[in-house]
């Protein structure tokens, strides 16, 4: 597999504080005769395990009670493609994506050569790449730097003289190359990210779309690092749906 582009980035700007806790009392509500807003509860670590041991392990697939934390994030740079593929996802999702209607400036800075058009236009490293059917591709520093970088620089050359001639934005950029980059904002529950990692972390995924979720799974490793640990020992890369 190639490395992956250091442009990606994926970074949380908010996330309910004390997941375990929030999920334990969700679940002891379930089988508790008293009122769970007045009760002791567990360290944050100890609740981790007990989420573990009562809600998962074993193939129990209770998550109900995994549903009430959230974490959202901000992701950027992704081409425009890994957006649409993550945005199929919408139950227990929530998206804002940048919308290309405002947000021309940078495309015609490409143009002006002031910011690389890299910072605007996705390409894949160079690398061997292998399609859905086993082929194998090989793609060569030559072929991406003389064939393709060069027309997504003329793509960006185009918008500009659209632009600057009157054309809308939202016109212009029907013209331009499918994969320019975009930023969005994410919020996931604990349970709903689990689901998105089953089915984009597999193997037979996307590339680009593998390479946002090793970048969530970090920001979950950080947010609720007992029950990342417990799904990348058990579900990582293994397409388990969700229950």
């Not at 573990?52 to 193939?59: M, P």
């Not at 529950?189 to 593998?210: G, P, T, V, W, Y």
């Not at 690092?225 to 990582?236: C, F, G, K, M």
Request: aromatic share 12%; net charge neutral; glycine share 6%.
């Amino acid at each position: 597999m190639s490395m992956m582009d250091p442009r990606f980035k994926v970074v949380t700007i908010a996330a309910t504080p004390n997941p375990n806790q929030l999920v334990w009392r969700a679940l002891h509500q379930c089988h508790s005769d008293s009122f769970v807003g007045e009760c002791d509860v567990p360290s944050e670590s100890h609740c981790g395990k007990i989420i573990i041991d009562r809600l998962l392990a074993g193939d129990r697939g209770h998550f109900g009670c995994l549903e009430h934390p959230s974490i959202s994030l901000a992701v950027g740079s992704f081409p425009h493609s890994t957006m649409q593929q993550a945005r199929t996802h919408r139950v227990g999702i929530s998206f804002d994506v940048q919308s290309m209607r405002y947000t021309g400036d940078r495309i015609i800075k490409a143009a002006n050569k002031e910011i690389d058009v890299e910072d605007v236009v996705y390409l894949r490293p160079v690398g061997t790449y292998t399609n859905r059917e086993g082929v194998k591709f090989q793609y060569t520093e030559e072929w991406r730097t003389k064939r393709d970088l060069s027309w997504a620089l003329d793509q960006c050359r185009w918008y500009k003289r659209a632009v600057l001639d009157g054309m809308p934005k939202e016109q212009a950029r029907g013209m331009m190359v499918f994969d320019f980059r975009q930023d969005w904002v994410v919020t996931f529950n604990a349970r709903s990210l689990m689901h998105f990692l089953d089915l984009r972390a597999k193997k037979d995924a996307q590339l680009e779309i593998q390479w946002l979720c090793d970048l969530l799974f970090v920001e979950f490793e950080k947010w609720i690092p007992e029950l990342a640990e417990w799904y990348r020992d058990n579900r990582w890369g293994k397409a388990k749906l969700a229950p």
